[in-house]
């Protein structure tokens, strides 16, 4: 089955009654996780972007003290873990903002745990790409944003 483009069922939910297309997003929404959580942030969250991130935040927070770091391997593995949960996250707010804030928090919160990035290259290139990031995000906000935004990132170059 090949599926329609974006524009083919943005018409076809056009023309589609209010009881069906909540319908719809229920089967959604039971299909899939993320289809729930997306779903759940539209409707709860994105009205309050700022308790959003917030929110996240401290989420971040709590597996960076769970973090297992006796080893650069295990600690790799919760990066990735925490990383993959921050890109998720961003995602669904789709905030040009809100994804520089996570990324520049990601970034504090590792130099803040003393992780040795240098002690692995797949560390190290986790952080950089995560400094190229921000930089195209940062390319893409207004010119007095990007200012404040600019000094939070010069703190976190690579050490």
Known sequence: MKAASVHELQKELKTLEPKRLLELCMRLAKYK??????ISYLLFEAHDEKNYIKQ?????????IEMNKSS?????KSLRK??????????????????L???????????????????STVLSNLYIRQIEKIKTVLS???????????QELEGLEFY
């Open 82 to 99: 925490i990383l993959r949960l921050t890109n998720k996250y961003i995602k669904y707010s789709d905030s040009k903002q809100t994804e």
């Open 101 to 119: 804030e996570l990324r520049i928090y990601f970034l504090t919160k590792i130099k803040a745990a003393h992780i040795p990035i240098n002690a």
């Open 56 to 64: 996240i935040k401290e989420e971040i927070d709590c597996l960076f």
């Open 72 to 76: 650069v391997y295990l600690a790799k």
């Open 140 to 150: 893409k906000l207004h010119e007095d944003l990007q200012y404040d935004y600019q």
């Open 33 to 38: 996780k993320e289809n729930k959580e997306l």
